[in-house]
């Protein structure tokens, strides 16, 4: 397995349930990041139309805690879904950060900085 994970593929159209997130991450993701300790994890969410919190939290958010901003990347997903992914980035960060004091630059200017640059929108071509 490469590093990219195909959420359609994995889930459908429709990614809803946190828990079965949480079981992608402890059966999939965390498996592979340990044979590829410094490979970031691709999210793929090409042919993804709808996202709930539950499960963006589960798996953005609790993969960002994990493994922190240099090792996941967000790729194809569709504009509608990007404030759920802001919010699990945001989520994920405050797993991290709890004991830490005060940034520079808000959380969320940070995230939304974080986002612009992580997120590849380049078509695919296979029709999904």
């Excluded at 590093?3 to 592979?32: H, Q």
């Excluded at 970031?40 to 993804?48: A, D």
């Amino acid at each position: 397995m490469n590093n990219e994970f195909m959420l359609y593929d994995e889930f459908g159209e429709f990614c809803a349930n946190g828990d079965r997130a949480v079981e992608y991450i402890t059966e999939k993701i965390s498996p592979w990041k340990v044979e590829h300790p410094d490979e970031p994890i691709i999210l793929n969410f090409n042919g993804v139309k709808r996202l709930n919190s539950s499960f963006a939290n589960a798996l953005i958010g609790n993969i960002f805690a994990l493994y922190g901003e240099d090792h996941i990347r967000i790729k194809l997903l569709d504009d509608s879904l990007r404030v759920f992914v802001l919010s699990a980035l945001a989520y994920g960060e405050s797993l991290r950060s709890k004991n830490e004091t005060n940034h520079d630059k808000s959380i969320f200017e940070r995230l939304l900085a974080w986002l612009k640059i992580h997120t590849d929108t380049t078509s695919n071509t296979d029709g999904k």
